[in-house]
């Protein structure tokens, strides 16, 4: 069913309002992926969070933004323990962070991610890898904010057996 709308909306009305709700959608989600004990309603918001966001990006932003989208599903589908489908969204978010020149603190978050996303997946090789590698880049980061950002994320990773 189409919902009607009298109200005709510019191109870039609509535009900034996508992006407006990418950022909202994609804040949420991480505070809540950073969140101890989440309900889960809270689990389900997360997940249509992420998934929102990821949206809104495909819509109005860059690859780096869709790329970010992307890592940000992976660690959301390895939170609620959909290890398949958050290796594939991990998988392609740290191949873009692999093959462009990224700061440090967001390869530092694509190994943390893959790492969750491989523990999520049963794949204990590859999670005790990128575990690994992700906490000494996490450690190193030279920016305190950056390092506290990263650490929140990183606190909900399990740690290899």
């Known amino acids: 069913m189409t919902v009607r709308d009298d109200e005709t909306i510019s191109p870039e009305e609509v535009a900034k309002w996508t992006r407006r709700l990418a950022i909202e959608c994609n804040n949420r989600a991480w505070r809540l992926a950073e969140a101890e004990g989440r309900t889960a309603a809270e689990d389900e918001e997360m997940l249509h969070c992420a998934h929102a966001a990821a949206l809104h990006w495909s819509r109005v932003g ?16 390895a939170l609620r323990g959909r290890g398949e489908s958050a290796m ?22 694509a190994h943390a ?6 523990a ?3 794949k204990r090789d590859l999670h005790g890898k990128h575990y690994g590698i992700a906490k000494v880049l996490g450690a190193s980061l030279p920016d305190e904010e950056e390092r506290a950002i990263f650490e ?9 057996a």
């Open 120 to 122: 999520a997946a049963g």
């Open 152 to 160: 929140a994320t990183f606190r909900v990773v399990p740690a290899p």
């Open 62 to 77: 860059t690859e780096l933004h869709q790329a970010r989208a992307t890592m940000l599903l992976a660690h959301v589908h």
């Open 88 to 109: 594939d969204y991990a998988t392609q978010s740290f191949d873009y962070v692999a093959s462009h020149d990224s700061p440090p603190w967001e390869v530092a978050f």
């Open 113 to 118: 991610v893959l790492a969750n996303a491989a």
